[in-house]
C-alpha cells in the first residue's frame, strides 16, 4: 500500500549508485527515451531503508552484500508532479514524491546489475554517468530535487575536497564537482 503523507506526498526512495571510479548508475525507463535514478515507493510496513533494498533488487537485481551505503539524505527532499500526472480520480490524491535519497557504493561486479531480475522491468538500458550528469538531464519536474539531493551527498562521494563554500571551490577551479552547473 502506498504511503501518501496529509499533504498528497508519496514516500519514496532515490538511489544513487556509485561505481569505484565514482560514476553514477543511470538508468533509461523501458521504452521510452528516459533516464534516471531507480526509485520507488515506501510501502507502510517498510523503512526507508527497507524500501531502497527493495526498490535496488527490484530495478537494479542487486541484493544488499552488492552495495555499502555511504549515507542519505537528512530529510525529506519533495517535488510536485506536472499538473497533467496528477491522478485526481485516486484517493488519497497524490500531488508528488518525498523522497529519502541513498548513496550506495557497488561492491560487487558491474555484471551483477540485472535490468530484468522482476516480470515487469523498470529499466531497459544503463550506464555509468558523472556525477553531476543527473541534475541537467532527468525529467524537468525532478530536477531540483535531483540537485538537492547531490549536493547534500557530494561531500560523501568526494570527502578529499574542501567544500566549505564557492570561494574556495572557484578558487581551486574545482567547482564543477562542488556545485551543479545547471542549463536552464
Not at 23 to 38: M, N, S, T, Y
Request: include cysteine; aromatic fraction near 10%; charge should be positive.
Amino acid at each position: 500500500m502506498q504511503v501518501i503523507d496529509s499533504d498528497g506526498y508519496r514516500a519514496n526512495v532515490g538511489i544513487i549508485l556509485c561505481n569505484r571510479d565514482r560514476q553514477l548508475f543511470w538508468g533509461k525507463r523501458v521504452g521510452q527515451d528516459a533516464w534516471q535514478f531507480p526509485q520507488g515507493g515506501v510501502r507502510a510496513e517498510e523503512t526507508p531503508e527497507q524500501a531502497m533494498y527493495r526498490e535496488l533488487r527490484e530495478e537494479v537485481g542487486l541484493f544488499p552484500e552488492h552495495v555499502e551505503i555511504l549515507g542519505c539524505t537528512r530529510h525529506w527532499l519533495r517535488y510536485r508532479l506536472p499538473e497533467r500526472m496528477v491522478r485526481r480520480h485516486q484517493r488519497p490524491v497524490c500531488i508528488g514524491q518525498k523522497q529519502r535519497w541513498f548513496l550506495l557504493r557497488l561492491q560487487g561486479r558491474e555484471s551483477d546489475v540485472v535490468l530484468d531480475a522482476m516480470e515487469t522491468p523498470e529499466f531497459d538500458d544503463w550506464r555509468w554517468i558523472d556525477y553531476w550528469h543527473p541534475a541537467r538531464e532527468v525529467v524537468h519536474f525532478k530536477r531540483q530535487v535531483y540537485r538537492r539531493a547531490l549536493c547534500e551527498l557530494v561531500p560523501l562521494m568526494f570527502p578529499e575536497l574542501d567544500t566549505g563554500g564557492p570561494r574556495r571551490a572557484s578558487e581551486r577551479g574545482d567547482d564543477k564537482l562542488t556545485r551543479p552547473s545547471v542549463s536552464r
